[in-house]
């Protein structure tokens, strides 16, 4: 284990539904990430959170509104999806932003249908 | 904008030979190159990095070389053993930047017994 856990570790929503994903880290960790994980594409990273403070959005679409209430929580609220949303969302975390190793969550597998 | 460029994609070896996975970047200012390890079901794990006041880390069978004049750093897994059979990825930041990683596509490798 990695000290990062997620959940649900398997979602599958409807595209005019509402749903959160969950990551909690276990290490004292003061950075957070979201990242995307498709089929045949390199990791996306979507959101980054320093001290509870979000420091990067990669140009992610407002169906997806990220919540950091505290260094520990990281949260992924899921709106109105498309398909193409399908994919393997992982969170991660470190101890600062750069420079540093990220320790990743096993991830969950979101279905769009 | 792909700051690091992995090949190959995929990576077919025998059981005991050599796994070769390069990478190459751009930015001069990288300055800390990690390399994840993944496998199905699970999120990346760090498996080794360098930072470019060397040329090659060692660690078991898992080597990075680092060429810093071409940009470019690579790994080599030394008797490829099945269980060495995951997805790869390579990565760079600048330290302290507070930018995240960079990641690379990724490099499915397959170590046939």
């Known amino acids: 284990e990695t000290g990062v856990t997620q959940t649900p570790r398997h979602l599958v929503m409807g595209m005019t539904n509402k749903k959160s994903l969950k990551c909690e880290q276990h290490?004292?960790?003061?950075?957070m990430y979201w990242y995307k994980q498709s089929a045949k594409k390199p990791l996306e990273l979507m959101f980054v959170y320093n001290f509870k403070e979000q420091t990067e959005n990669n140009s992610v679409p407002s169906r997806f509104s990220p919540e950091c209430p505290n260094s520990s929580h990281l949260f992924l609220h899921l709106h109105t999806l498309q398909p193409e949303d399908s994919a393997l969302y992982l969170c991660?975390?470190?101890?600062?932003?750069?420079?540093?190793?990220?320790?990743f969550g096993p991830g969950t597998r979101l279905t769009v249908t | 904008q792909q700051q690091v460029k992995q090949s190959p994609q995929s990576l077919i070896v025998q059981k005991g030979g050599i796994s070769i996975i390069n990478c190459a970047y751009e930015n001069t200012a990288f300055d800390y190159f990690p390399w994840y390890q993944q496998f199905p079901g699970k999120g990346p794990a760090l498996l080794i990095a360098i930072r470019p006041d060397v040329s090659e880390k060692k660690e078991g069978r898992f080597t990075i070389s680092f060429n810093k004049s071409a940009k470019q750093f690579s790994l080599h897994i030394m008797d490829s053993q099945p269980g060495d059979s995951a997805t790869y990825f390579c990565a760079a930041s600048i330290s302290n930047s507070g930018y995240a990683l960079n990641f690379g596509k990724g490099t499915s490798l397959l170590v046939t017994p």
């Open positions: 991660a975390s470190s101890p600062g932003l750069a420079g540093y190793e990220q320790y």
């Open positions: 290490l004292g960790h003061n950075a």
